[in-house]
Every structure is written in structure tokens, then in C-alpha cells.
């Protein structure tokens, strides 16, 4: 049984910037694709962003992309969300999600695509 443990969440003011962790155990680490996911209130769960097993690839949302970094070590079992000029539209609960494969497909921003989640940490940007 994996289990996911997100931190780093917290309130800020726009254009601030944050990192997630998301520590992992109970699995092989090394061998899970991981994924980023938030959720704001009164809505869906989104995708947010995806990394393989060994980092070597990377997938965003656009909403995104270019302002957050998605990055793994896999020494410490812990995946990484590097969130810069972050905006209130950013204001949501963060989920960190793993996959029982190594890669994703083109269908990576499908949350039923993982099959692990944390229990999501607080993001809230001010403006």
C-alpha cells in the first residue's frame, strides 16, 4: 500500500512563489510515474502536472506551464512541485496522485489514471 503525504501549502500573496513535496512509502518509488493535481472549491479535480519514473519526461497543463516545475528525487521518495508567480487562480487543495507504471500515457491528466493519492495540502494565493 502506498501512501502519499503532500506539504508545503500555504497562503500567499500573488506573483509569491512555493514548493510542494509529497513524500512517498509503502512502494518502489523509482518505479511510479507521479502527478499533480488540484482541486479548487465547487470544482473538479484538475490536472495540474506529470513526471515519469526518472524525470526524463514532463507534461503541464497550460494553465501552468512555464510557471511551475515538476521534479523527482528518487533517493528520497519525494516528487516536488515548484510553483512561481503564483495567482489566485492557483488558490486550491493540491494532490500529488502515483501510478503503478513507470510512464504515462496521453491520457495522463485523467485522475483515474493513478491509482494512490495524498490527503492534499492547502494553496492560497492573495491578490
Known amino acids: 500500500q502506498v501512501q502519499l503525504v503532500e506539504s508545503g501549502g500555504g497562503l500567499v500573496q500573488a506573483g509569491d512563489s512555493l514548493r510542494l513535496a509529497c513524500a512517498a512509502s509503502?512502494?518502489?518509488?523509482?518505479?511510479?510515474?507521479m502527478g499533480w493535481f488540484r482541486q479548487a472549491p465547487g470544482k473538479e479535480r484538475d490536472f495540474v502536472a506529470v513526471i515519469n519514473w526518472n524525470g526524463a519526461m514532463t507534461d503541464y497543463a497550460d494553465s501552468v506551464k512555464g510557471r511551475f516545475t515538476i521534479s523527482r528525487d528518487n533517493a528520497k521518495n519525494t516528487v516536488y512541485l515548484q510553483m512561481n508567480g503564483l495567482k489566485p487562480d492557483d488558490t486550491a487543495v493540491y494532490y500529488c496522485a502515483a501510478r503503478m507504471l513507470p510512464t504515462y500515457s496521453s491520457n495522463y491528466f485523467s485522475t483515474t489514471k493513478y491509482d494512490y493519492w495524498g490527503q492534499g495540502t492547502q494553496v492560497t494565493v492573495s491578490s
Open positions: 509503502g512502494g518502489t518509488f523509482s518505479t511510479n510515474a
